[in-house]
């Protein structure tokens, strides 16, 4: 995983933390993203878990191509306290039957009182990175500092001549 964040471990938790909104990005057949809220995106300490209950549906089909063709997928998680992290995956296993998917589909059953489960994916993290609007602005400031506008040079050098 990546170093962008002190502890990437910590982040992963919040997908299972109440209270965040996830949001699985995957990219359709011309390349384009297909942003989905999606609540029972998951983690298992080492690994991302996402519950898909529609065979059919568009983020399903899409998470198929990426497997197919290892193409990534983005996780965006805002916590409840307004942290926001982006977290980049690689779909690794799509499990639809056996003694795991027996687990998964009881799971989804218990916690999202889903009727059914089409597939249990395994996404393996790559990067983590933090987006939260004042860590990305002390970012910006000390990194690229020719992006600051006029009027805060000229408010910060007013009387020094």
Known sequence: MGNEVLNPHEVLELLNAEGSVKILVTLDEAGLPHPAVKSSLQSDGEHIIYLEFLESSRTNRYMIRSLWFDRMVSILVLSADERSYKITALPVRAIVNGK???????????????PDLSTAWVLKPATVIEETLEKRTAEESKN???????????KDHRGAV
């Open 144 to 154: 690229r500092s020719y992006f600051l506008h006029l009027d805060r040079l000229a």
């Open 100 to 114: 795991l998917f027996q687990r998964y589909y009881e799971l989804a059953r218990e916690k999202y009182g889903s």
